[in-house]
């Protein structure tokens, strides 16, 4: 058990419909992480939290969105999905900003999202 | 532009067998370089990690990787696979400026043959 907690772990919905999916970071962590893993794109980093302030931005679509709370927990904001949105979607956090504090990301379990 | 590579994409091993797994990584600097793994229906779980220093690190569960500056590469091994290895396997590179971007390579399955 890593320590960060991802809800919902499964999700199913429709074309052009939105969802969100949460993220609880370990304890006293700082930093949350949000990666898509899809078959034909592997491990593909979306975007990047450190205390409430975006840090870091990847391959994130403008149809996605997140934001991390005061409460340091995250959600990832999906909209307009289409099919290929349909991923593993893996939240990570670390305790601090990892240029300043290099180490390593912890992982939740993921939710996996079907998009039909 | 910052890459890492993992040229195979299935690797299949006796069981018992030595395992290697290859990674390469394109970066200006030498970044900081992880290795995870990811058993079905799990999450990444870090198995050992470069930062600098002794180029031969030690992991969990018996694995080891060494880092060669010269060809660019930080390859995984374990002396002797068991078949509760099988999983998929990622090479990760973090560069030591400012930035947070992580970069995984696209994975290597491991199948452990009985």
């Known amino acids: 058990d890593s320590g960060v907690t991802q809800t919902p772990k499964h999700l199913i919905t429709a074309t052009g419909q939105r969802v969100t999916l949460r993220c609880s970071p370990r304890?006293?962590?700082?930093?949350v992480y949000w990666y898509q893993q899809s078959l034909d794109q592997g491990l593909q980093f979306l975007i990047q939290y450190y205390n409430g302030e975006e840090r870091a931005k990847g391959n994130i679509l403008e149809r996605f969105s997140a934001q991390q709370f005061p409460d340091l927990h995250s959600e990832l904001n999906l909209s307009s999905l289409e099919l290929g949105d349909s991923a593993l979607y893996f939240c990570?956090?670390?305790?601090?900003?990892?240029?300043?504090?290099?180490?390593?990301?912890?992982f939740g379990e993921g939710s996996r999202l079907t998009v039909l | 532009a910052q890459s890492v590579t993992q040229p195979d994409i299935h690797i299949t091993v006796s069981e018992g067998a030595s395992l290697e797994l290859r990674c390469n990584y394109s970066?200006?600097?030498?970044?900081?370089l992880f290795w995870y793994v990811q058993s079905p229906g799990q999450g990444l779980q870090l198995l050992l990690k470069?930062?600098?220093?002794?180029?031969l690190v030690q992991g969990i569960k018996g694995f080891e990787a060494e880092f060669k500056r010269s060809q660019s590469s930080f390859n995984l091994r374990k002396p002797s696979v068991h078949w509760s290895d099988a999983a998929e396997y990622f090479c990760?590179?973090?560069?030591?400026?400012?930035?947070?971007?992580?970069?995984f390579g696209a994975g290597t399955r491991l199948t452990v043959k009985p």
């Open positions: 304890s006293g962590d700082l930093s």
């Open positions: 990760a590179a973090f560069p030591t400026t400012n930035n947070n971007d992580m970069r």
């Open positions: 970066y200006g600097a030498t970044p900081y």
């Open positions: 990570a956090s670390s305790p601090g900003y990892l240029a300043l504090t290099p180490g390593e990301l912890f």
């Open positions: 470069y930062f600098s220093g002794d180029t």
